[in-house]
């Protein structure tokens, strides 16, 4: 069995959701609600009608206030913009709350060192939404890239989001694809060829943006980003290069629903220990860092 399917011994995290829109509904509120890791006990958005439709099929609670949402969990699991998670979250990691946060941090780098800042004065545990992350075929990828001696690596993650929909939401077609998709990229290179220290960006963020990856090894990567293309469907892939043959990591071949139960069971881990793994603001606080890099002039 994998650790995602083995017997759950403690009880489970009582956790409180902020956000009641797509991702809220399609991911969150039904994952934490599923268990046994994990309890969803409340949903509070700002519009009263979406945070009901959002609790009602699991029976959580719906919080009038933010505080009152605080008050019926031990953590808090977000689904907001940005801006809106940092000045929260901030507030949750003072009562003492675990989080659960999406990707970036905060819409610029500043507030995501404030977040983590709260995050380190308050103790708690964190931990960043990276979805792919959490897949075993990413896992056993990254554990390949390892072993292989790579010099270089290209990437791309293109979709159509941007172009309509319910991902085409104002914060991310003002600020684009690096805030958006960049996280996960730069995660995924950051790990397979090494600690990146240095990004350089060309092009718009709105429409397209190159990113060129300097990695402490002396490798180099780079990686085209897009959510306003007409495309079929969404394209992510790395390759790695080097003296043999060419490792893939082809996001077609993924199966996105494996990651979700691995993502429960860790954070519900974390917060019964009282540690947080690898994935936490920390490594969220290093790639708003790396964008912060492909903005600059």
């Not at 029976?59 to 940005?82: H, I, K, Q, Y």
């Not at 290179?189 to 190159?210: C, F, K, S, Y």
Request: with cysteine; net charge negative; proline share 6%.
């Amino acid at each position: 069995m994998t650790g995602a399917s083995l017997p759950w011994t403690h009880s489970p995290v009582k956790v409180g959701l902020v956000g009641a829109g797509p991702w809220a509904r399609g991911v969150h509120a039904r994952v934490l609600a599923a268990g046994p890791e994990t309890e969803l006990t409340a949903v509070w958005a700002r519009r009263a009608e979406a945070a009901h439709e959002t609790a009602a099929p699991y029976g959580a609670e719906v919080a009038a206030s933010f505080e009152e949402l605080l008050d019926t969990c031990e953590a808090v699991a977000f689904a907001v913009p940005p801006f809106v998670q940092a000045e929260l979250a901030c507030r949750a990691a003072a009562a003492g709350k675990a989080l659960l946060l999406e990707k970036p941090l905060a819409m610029d780098l500043p507030s995501a060192q404030r977040l983590v800042d709260a995050v380190d004065s308050a103790g708690v545990v964190s931990q960043v939404v990276l979805t792919s992350r959490y897949n075993p075929s990413t896992r056993r990828f990254l554990a390949a890239a390892q072993s292989v001696d790579a010099v270089g690596a290209r990437a791309c993650m293109v979709t159509g989001a941007f172009l309509g929909g319910e991902f085409a939401t104002p914060w991310r077609l003002e600020h684009g694809a690096l805030l958006d998709l960049g996280p996960h990229v730069l995660d995924l290179l950051d790990a397979a060829m090494g600690p990146i220290v240095r990004v350089r960006g060309t092009g718009d963020p709105r429409r397209w943006i190159e990113l060129t990856c300097e990695h402490a090894s002396g490798a180099v990567s780079q990686a085209s980003l897009s959510g306003s293309v007409n495309v079929e469907e969404g394209i992510t892939r790395i390759e790695l290069f080097g003296p043999h043959p060419a490792l893939v990591y082809d996001g077609a071949d993924i199966d996105h629903e494996e990651s979700l139960p691995v993502l429960r069971r860790e954070f519900a881990t974390a917060v019964r220990t009282g540690k947080s793994g690898e994935l936490d603001v920390h490594r969220g606080l290093h790639l708003q860092t790396l964008m912060a890099q492909a903005l600059e002039a």
